[in-house]
């Protein structure tokens, strides 16, 4: 094992390594196979969805290796393709039209409307949304977009409380502890797809989409590692057992494989919580 990898753990890195370099010289070399394996590994997608995804991919030039561009799937909900912040940033600036741009929050405080620059938020002060201007070379008014924060907040807390339905606590998410950041990107977005039709039309980030709802009970995150976590204390004892017994060998019911093969640290990457900024 080597910096906390097994041998199975390494050779994946490596082929993904292997898969992101062929991609960046030659992005034909992006495959269905590929994606299955190490970007969908439960086999959620259907194979319409892959083929859009890889479509997308080597049309846009975008590395889903260094997520770029990645899609989401809950259960039997379609594929959502999303694009990262930096993936919209990376194409304005290659545009040779492109010529800088302002953003800021929208707020409210002390019975006033106002305006911030960037994702900066007084203490007090109510988000109302965010906005953002992008400049072209080639026109003579830029592109304004302004967003509103209630139709876009994701917020786990402020539109479930608590508590969720299942009577478990909610853990905040990235719209509760960075309210103000989640939406100034939604404006940067907007703006710059509204300023680059032809380059960004039809792609959107992952904050910008609602995230789909899952009715049926699912264990969380916490509750998913306490469960394997109980489960390796409970294999690792009986393997001490097991080695301490001196008896004359006897039939030995067969363990199940190691629990932590049900994880794949690969996909959990990919696929967690926190979406790139």
């Given at each position: 094992m080597r910096n906390g990898l097994n041998e199975g753990e390494m050779k994946m890195s490596n082929d993904i390594q292997t898969a992101e370099r062929n991609f960046l010289e030659d992005p034909k070399t992006l495959t269905s196979g590929i994606v299955r394996k190490y970007l969908d590994p439960q086999g959620k997608a259907s194979d319409e969805e892959l083929a859009y995804f890889i479509a997308q991919a080597r049309v846009q030039n975008l590395n889903p290796f260094t997520k770029e561009i990645y899609f989401i799937k809950y259960g039997n909900q379609p594929a959502q393709i999303v694009v990262a912040l930096k993936a919209f940033q990376k194409k304005a600036d290659a545009h040779p039209q492109y010529d800088g741009m302002d953003s800021g929050i929208i707020f409210e405080k002390d019975g006033e409307i106002q305006r911030s620059e960037g994702a900066f938020l007084p203490q007090g002060a109510e988000i109302l949304g965010a906005w953002a201007v992008v400049?072209?070379?080639?026109?003579?008014?830029?592109?304004?977009?302004?967003?509103?924060?209630?139709?876009?907040?994701?917020?786990?807390?402020?539109?479930?409380?608590?508590?969720?339905?299942?009577?478990?606590?909610?853990?905040?998410?990235?719209?509760?502890?960075?309210?103000?950041?989640?939406?100034?990107?939604?404006?940067?977005?907007?703006?710059?797809?509204?300023?680059?039709?032809?380059?960004?039309?039809?792609?959107?980030?992952?904050?910008?989409?609602?995230?789909?709802?899952?009715?049926?009970?699912?264990?969380?995150?916490?509750?998913?590692?306490?469960?394997?976590?109980?489960?390796?204390?409970?294999?690792?004892?009986?393997?001490?057992?097991?080695?301490?017994?001196?008896?004359?060998?006897?039939?030995?019911?067969?363990?199940?494989?190691?629990?932590?093969?049900?994880?794949?640290?690969?996909?959990?990457d990919l696929l967690g919580n926190s979406l790139p900024y």
């Open positions: 400049y072209r070379k080639d026109r003579t008014h830029p592109t304004r977009a302004e967003v509103t924060f209630s139709e876009y907040d994701n917020s786990k807390i402020r539109k479930e409380g608590k508590i969720n339905q299942y009577g478990k606590e909610n853990k905040p998410n990235t719209w509760d502890e960075k309210p103000a950041v989640m939406i100034h990107k939604v404006a940067l977005v907007t703006a710059l797809r509204n300023a680059f039709p032809n380059e960004l039309g039809g792609l959107y980030e992952a904050d910008e989409l609602r995230e789909p709802k899952d009715v049926t009970p699912q264990e969380s995150r916490e509750d998913v590692m306490a469960r394997k976590m109980a489960q390796i204390e409970q294999f690792n004892k009986k393997q001490e057992q097991r080695q301490k017994k001196e008896v004359e060998p006897v039939e030995v019911e067969e363990e199940p494989e190691n629990p932590l093969q049900e994880t794949n640290p690969i996909q959990e």
